[in-house]
């Protein structure tokens, strides 16, 4: 067995903790900035700063749902290759991430040809006006050329973090963001090239950014390589990863959705000004969110491997901790933004009326993460078990079933505020939800009974 993977299996929770997650974190801030960065840098191009950043907030859902495949392939397959590696099994956990390959190089190809071809009817969908169309038509058509890059570089990592590799996965993510950090201004500014020019330093970034994780995944430092026999498909398998991949899945691709019935409730009820307004917000939840994802993506794999050793008491301790930490984070992460909204929306703009209308509402906005760190710790706990079905609903509860109905009727009755109100309604009663579905259901799935389903 590979040092690595003896250290998830035996070195002190909280110390390996620490090791895994800390570059998870910074992997994943650092991850959210390739876009977060581009519209700190368009929400300040001269004289077209609010309709170039309304406009690429309109291209945003495409973005995310291009994303939401990389997480498909990358959470669904990881945690169950962790497992199979704490099983020993190591043939068997390269199979998965050979298959996980294929299934993104396909994925790109569906995604490329489908948004090429109804980009534009999907950006007015989506709440873009004639003022901003331009802006997301020009973002998207770039980005969508990097989208094998987009899927290999997101994608490809967890099964790096998952192999106990957290530094490395840390180093592939810093490379790309850190050249997309630099690109960004140059090209935006200096080469005059606005909003097109942030698309193209994204893509070149996550080519970077896929060339390490690939040559990492192909070479010897690597315990699980990707292989050529690997590649070709086995259904099995990849009924595996769906099933497992389809709630990650649904929680980053329903972003898109959340993102298109929210920018098409204020552009009915309110114009580009609000639609702005909800793509600052929501770039600020992530940024709060991001190290939660991060903390929650490099503590799986010690649940998942220590899971499938048969070590449950190295289970319960990490997810304790975990979820803890969660709920501590997203408390004071609220409270922070709600106490000083003004100062994260000029981060974003240097419209006043913007900035004025981000520190009026987004208090209420942001009011849901009070209690949703809980939730974002019960999630990853149910995947790294290879509990799909329950992880699916609590991730399709929060946006599917509630907020994407909320976001739709609420505007009706009480017009803009109405669409502010839905996010934290959904936040507080799908993390109540989580709790209720963790209590009734951990004792069972810690048990020998229940490893063995594991396919």
């Known amino acids: 067995m590979a040092v690595k ?23 994943q801030v650092i991850n959210i900035l390739y876009n977060i960065v581009d519209r700190i840098y368009i929400g300040h191009i001269p004289n ?18 291009i994303s939401a495949f990389s997480a498909f392939v990358g959470a669904g397959g990881a945690p169950l290759s962790a497992i199979w590696q704490g099983k020993g099994d190591n043939d068997r956990a390269e199979k998965i991430l050979g298959n996980g ?41 770039i980005y969508l050329a990097g989208t094998l890059f987009v899927e290999l570089a ?21 490379i790309g963001a850190v050249i997309n950090i630099v690109l960004d201004p140059i090209f935006i500014f200096i080469f005059d090239m606005g909003v097109a020019g942030a698309a193209l330093a994204t893509i070149i970034s996550q080519l970077v950014s896929a060339l390490w994780v690939v040559c990492f995944l192909t070479s010897k430092k690597a315990v699980l390589r990707i292989k050529l026999k690997n590649l070709t498909p086995d259904f099995r398998i990849i009924k595996s990863i769906s099933a497992l991949g389809v709630s990650p ?11 298109i019935a929210l920018n098409s409730g204020m552009q009915t009820y309110g114009g580009d000004l609000y639609v702005g307004s909800i793509t600052i917000m929501q770039s600020v939840m992530q940024f709060f969110s991001a190290p939660l994802g ?21 289970v319960k301790k990490t997810y304790r901790s975990m979820i803890g930490v969660c709920t501590i984070f997203s408390l004071v992460g609220a409270v922070v933004i709600m106490v000083f909204p003004q100062i994260f929306a000029g981060m974003f703009t240097n419209s006043e009326e913007l900035i004025e209308l981000c520190g009026r509402k987004m208090p209420l906005f942001i009011s849901g993460m009070l209690l949703f760190g809980v939730q974002m710790g019960i999630q ?7 509990q799909a079905k329950i992880s699916l609903f609590i991730a399709a509860l ?27 309604i959904s936040d507080f009663t799908s993390a109540t939800a989580a709790m209720i579905l963790f209590f009734a259901n951990i004792k069972k799935i810690l048990t020998e009974d229940a490893l063995d389903k594991i396919k």
């Open 5 to 27: 993977e003896d250290m998830l299996g035996t070195e002190k929770i909280s110390v390996l903790m620490t090791k895994m997650a800390i570059p998870s974190v910074i992997a």
């Open 48 to 65: 077209a700063s609010a309709d170039a950043l309304t406009g690429v907030g309109v291209a945003f859902p495409i973005v995310t749902f």
């Open 101 to 141: 390959v294929t299934m993104l190089i396909f994925f790109t190809a569906v995604l490329m040809a489908v948004f090429y071809i109804f980009m534009k009817p999907m950006l007015y969908a989506f709440g873009a006006s004639d003022a901003t169309i331009g802006y997301g038509v020009t973002y998207i058509s």
């Open 154 to 174: 997101l994608g490809l990592n967890p099964y790096i973090i998952s192999q106990g590799a957290a530094k490395t996965g840390m180093v592939s993510v810093v």
């Open 249 to 259: 899945f649904v929680m980053r691709s329903t972003e898109s959705l959340v993102s």
């Open 294 to 314: 991060g903390f929650t993506q490099g503590v799986q794999p010690i649940i998942s491997y220590n899971f499938g050793a048969g070590k449950f008491d190295r």
């Open 380 to 386: 990853p706990t149910f995947m790294a078990l290879g």
């Open 398 to 424: 929060r946006k599917v079933i509630l907020l994407v109905p909320l976001a739709v009727i609420m505007p009706v009755f009480f017009g803009t505020e109405g669409v502010y109100m839905a996010e934290p």
